[in-house]
């Protein structure tokens, strides 16, 4: 089709005003503003007028375990003075999905993400609202590298897991007691997860050190002796159990059932789409505190034949309750190991920990236990959704 002269001019101007009168919200930390950040404000503006919620201090505090590096004072006025933005604000609201009630306020025609920063909660707060959401790749200025505020795509390939029942049993002193098992599930590293939070952090990150980033070819469980020795060198003072680097490089949820020594001695694994979509759907994490540096866990210990056997009995309940797709079981099994921590290694339960399980979490969800010894995430077994939240998704 061809126009008449200055026909193509007039349908392009009157384009860019209907795309003016449209408004466009993006949330997130933006802390060390950087060119990605501007990209991204520039494309998000071809929507319409940019408004941009930028997170609590506070609030990131709890989700991210430290404080950025620029007050939400100094961020809402940097972000404030791009030449793409209309408006920034600090978020009225808390957790993952802070801008919930800002969305409310603006009425949004457009909430725009990037595509690493997508979750399905966000997708169901615009549908909430009615507000459509655009999903853009990560595409720096021409002539600029990418840069990204997260951890680098590399390192973003390695999973995390999680031990959802059985904790302790990978640690010889305690299954030469008597033998039973760890449940964990190898997750996608959907999100920047929390260092010293009980997710094998450090072991991933020799694995990044290993590999490049990389999950190595091969039989997973090979990999993870070779993990497992290069993060317990000989005359380490403390060995990390198997249960963190079999964790993070076998796929699904895994039964790791240990006798009094440091490699499990019999595995069962669930690697089924449809055992890690349950699993995946009725999993929530909630921050907590990070567990402080030079904290020590073994201050005090009761290891008796009983203890240990109910703990080995958690996990067995855990198991049962994730091939039976049962999320009472699940709930229960992960809430018995918790209390047993309590039991067998008082200081691996702080007391605020345990007034806040037992306070929000065990009296209102099929059960729930902790990431970690002293703090990270409480992860909860629900069929109902939890505001707030995070997501998980394991990994097949």
């Given at each position: ?82 030449k793409y933005v209309t408006e920034a604000f600090v978020s009225s609201g808390m957790g993952m999905l802070d801008f919930e009630e800002d969305m409310k306020r603006i009425k949004p025609d457009y909430f725009v993400v990037n595509s690493d920063g997508f979750t399905e909660g966000k997708k169901r707060i615009c549908e909430e609202n009615n507000v459509e959401l655009i999903v853009l790749e990560r595409i720096p200025e021409e002539g600029l590298p990418a840069r990204s505020s997260s951890q680098s795509k590399k390192d973003l390939k390695f999973p995390y897991r999680l031990c959802l029942a059985g904790g302790w049993m990978d640690q010889p002193w305690v299954s030469e007691i008597h033998s039973g098992p760890c449940v964990v ?212």
């Open positions: 089709m061809t126009f008449p002269s200055g026909c193509k001019q007039l349908i392009t101007s009157f384009s860019a005003n209907l795309m003016s009168d449209k408004k466009v919200l993006v949330s997130g930390c933006y802390d060390l503003l950087h060119a990605g950040h501007i990209a991204f404000f520039k494309t998000a503006s071809q929507y319409g007028k940019l408004y941009v919620s930028l997170g609590q201090d506070e609030n990131l505090l709890q989700l991210k375990g430290k404080k950025p590096y620029f007050t939400q004072e100094e961020r809402v006025y940097m972000v404030g003075a791009v599930a190898q997750i996608w590293p959907d999100y920047d997860f929390n260092d010293r939070s009980g997710m094998a952090t450090s072991s991933r990150k020799i694995a990044v050190e290993l590999w490049g980033g990389k999950i190595p070819e091969g039989d997973p469980v090979r990999n993870a002796q070779l993990l497992f020795g290069a993060e317990n060198p000989p005359g380490s003072e403390y060995v990390s159990g198997s249960q963190d680097q079999l964790g993070i490089l076998m796929p699904g949820v895994n039964r790791l059932n240990y006798d009094g020594k440091y490699w499990p001695c019999h595995i069962e694994s669930a690697v089924d789409a449809d055992t890690c979509d349950w699993l995946s759907r009725v999993l929530y994490l909630i921050p907590l505190a990070p567990r402080p540096e030079g904290y020590n866990p073994l201050i005090e210990k009761h290891l008796t034949v009983e203890n240990v056997k109910e703990l080995g009995d958690s996990g067995d309940l855990c198991w049962q309750g994730i091939v039976e797709k049962d999320v009472q079981k699940l709930g229960e099994g992960m809430k018995q190991t918790f209390l047993l921590w309590k039991k067998m290694l008082p200081f691996t339960v702080p007391d605020w920990v345990s007034e806040e399980m037992e306070t929000n979490w065990f009296p209102n969800y099929p059960g729930a236990i902790t990431s970690g010894s002293g703090g990270g995430y409480v992860i909860v077994a629900s069929q109902t959704e939890i505001p707030g939240a995070l997501k998980i998704k394991v990994k097949c």
